[in-house]
């Protein structure tokens, strides 16, 4: 049987283990498969470490309108974050601000 409630860990440790490097979510605010509130406490969850070494800015969130879908938005994003990260520019501030504001 699934026990997921049993893991040590949670989705936020796995996030955090990529720092210092970049990481982007790119989600639906409709994706009820990928739990859309939960991707923002993971992303939020893993902050600390990024600001720890120093690199605020490389935890990155991406929300769009729809469903669990994979659209050219999302592959447009990843690219403007590709096209930042080795031309030395700073990623948009709307990849820093969380989509369920508190």
């Given amino acids: 049987a699934y026990q997921a409630d049993r893991l040590p860990f ?13 990481i982007l979510s790119t989600d639906a605010y409709g994706d009820k ?7 923002q406490k993971a992303w ?4 600390p ?6 690199v605020p800015e490389n935890n990155l969130i991406h929300f769009r309108g729809g469903g669990h879908d994979q659209l050219a938005t999302d ?3 990843l690219l403007d974050v590709a096209d930042a990260h080795f031309n030395g520019k700073p990623f948009p501030e ?3 601000t969380a989509p369920f504001p508190k």
């Fill in 44 to 47: 939020e969850g893993a902050q």
């Fill in 94 to 96: 709307s990849l820093r």
């Fill in 49 to 54: 470490v990024f600001d720890l070494l120093g």
């Fill in 75 to 77: 592959f447009e994003v």
């Fill in 10 to 22: 949670d989705q936020h440790y796995m996030r955090a283990l990529v720092a210092p490097r970049v």
């Fill in 33 to 39: 498969w990928a739990h859309p509130d939960g991707v």
